[in-house]
């Protein structure tokens, strides 16, 4: 196997190991998503008072930032059971970024749909604000059975454990799979079945999958005293973005790509396969320049080693063949300096009337009238100054042997 055989083999390997990168990569940026840790950045918590003029009572749940994710959060969705009684006896109601820094503010209600009904609720901030992360929705009809689920939240369990800031570090995150599709009882919304765990406090919060995609909102629990089984809800996300449509709030929406690729393939198969693509292809464009350099130079065609000649094309020497690799040939009528002699009676040519040479490095041949008195013309008609050598290229003015010394 030849050299340049080898280093095409080697090309081409280096390029279809640079389309497989590529191809990992772009699946990687396809995929590419939030993890559910990440997402917890677009959680807060909600809180609420009320009184019914006699008593005064409170109320928590969980909110997530719905928008644009990367531009400022002005929306807040949670369930509308969080906020109802807030909402319909004009109670206080807050959502809060940071509990131990009293960093919250006072939302508005732009829609609410009772617990037997949607049991959505979404609120809208004072002013957008960076201090939250608007998390990407995912279409309801991408999510499979037995599709590994995440709860963000601040269930109330959690709260007799330790002192709790309600801030991003406090967010209780749970982990299960969604069982079914379902309409619980007394409602009028889709839900996911699921056994992922939540408890009070977490109604509102947001239901991610294995890229931060929120696919419900974690609303409702059933739980069988006797046998202590429970089963656990999320409305699903496409009872939301009717809503969303209805309200003409913007929002990110996703299929859900490709969940069993990680993010970090993009990041690094991508780079790698347009660097193996470029080197690969740049080996193999320059084997066949060699290649095409060798052919035009005349060194070697087909194997087979080639050396300049001058060949007659008709008149007296016609068909007899000069080897021009053994140096410069003078043509004239003087035998002493001549290598190729005319007869002396031959009309239009001088005692020594031109020369031809090669030159190897360029592939080129070099002819020279030598100050003949009828001249020396090319095939096209262009007569040469005397003593002024002109150069020409193999396969150029092949003909004009035949009338270079016609005056």
């Given at each position: ?20 990168s590529m191809v990992l990569g772009v699946m990687g940026f396809a995929g590419k998503g939030i ?118 939240g601040y269930p109330s369990v959690a709260n007799s454990t330790s002192y709790r800031a309600f ?241």
């Open positions: 196997m030849n050299k340049v055989r080898r280093k095409r083999i080697v090309a081409t390997v280096w390029m279809v190991m640079g389309l497989f993890t559910p840790n990440e997402a917890r950045h677009g959680v807060v918590f909600v809180y609420t008072e009320f009184t019914d003029g006699q008593y005064l009572y409170s109320g928590t749940g969980t909110g997530w930032a719905i928008g644009t994710p990367g531009k400022p959060v002005e929306y807040i969705v949670t369930n509308g059971h969080v906020v109802q009684n807030a909402y319909l006896t004009g109670g206080v109601m807050q959502v809060y970024f940071s509990l131990a820094e009293n960093d919250y503010v006072v939302p508005q209600v732009v829609y609410y749909s009772a617990p037997e009904e949607k049991d959505i609720a979404i609120l809208r901030l004072p002013s957008p604000t960076d201090k939250r992360t608007a998390l990407q929705l995912r279409k309801s009809d991408s999510i499979e059975i037995g599709e590994t689920a995440v709860a963000l801030d991003e570090e406090d967010i209780t995150m749970t982990q299960g799979i969604i069982s079914r599709r379902a309409q619980p009882v007394g409602s009028q919304y889709e839900a996911f079945q699921m056994d992922v765990s939540i408890s009070a406090g977490n109604s509102g919060g947001p239901l991610v999958d294995q890229k931060g995609n929120v696919i419900g909102i974690n609303t409702s629990g059933i739980y069988n005293t006797e046998s202590g089984a429970s089963v656990n809800y999320a409305i699903m996300i496409d009872e939301l973005t009717r809503i969303l449509d209805n309200e003409q709030i913007d929002y990110a929406l996703t299929d859900g790509g490709l969940l069993w690729v990680p993010n970090w393939m993009g990041y690094v198969f991508l780079p790698i396969g347009i660097l193996f693509l470029l080197c690969g292809g740049f080996m193999f464009v320059k084997t066949m320049n060699g290649t095409a350099k060798k052919l035009i130079a005349g060194k070697k065609v087909s194997g087979k080693k080639t050396h300049p000649v001058l060949r007659g094309l008709s008149g007296p020497f016609a068909g007899q063949v000069f080897d021009l690799s053994k140096g410069t040939i003078v043509m004239g009528r003087d035998p002493a300096t001549c290598h190729i002699v005319f007869e002396k009676n031959m009309p239009g040519i001088s005692g020594r009337h031109c020369q031809v040479s090669y030159q190897a490095a360029d592939d080129s041949f070099v002819l020279t009238d030598l100050g003949s008195s009828f001249g020396t013309y090319l095939d096209h008609g262009k007569k040469l100054p005397a003593q002024v050598p002109e150069k020409l290229m193999a396969g150029m003015d092949s003909t004009s042997a035949t009338q270079m010394f016609a005056s």
